[in-house]
């Protein structure tokens, strides 16, 4: 099982770029987050729906 809620290290790994390249698209409003008391987690599909979002296409739902 994947893990729902990531770190922005995690999420930075995923993606191939800094921590700081996260942190500066989720201040820009580029990649959803949540807050979980002082944490800030990143949903996986917020993940899928930015790269999604780069290629031009629309984020389709596997059902």
Do not use: F, K, W
């Amino acid at each position: 099982m994947h893990t729902l809620l990531l770190t922005t290290t995690e999420a930075a790994d995923l993606l191939g770029v800094s921590r700081a390249t996260v942190y500066e698209l989720l201040n820009a409003g580029q990649l959803e987050s949540v807050r979980i008391g002082r944490s800030r987690r990143i949903p996986r599909a917020a993940l899928v729906a930015y790269v999604d979002r780069l290629c031009g296409r629309a984020h389709e739902d596997a059902a």
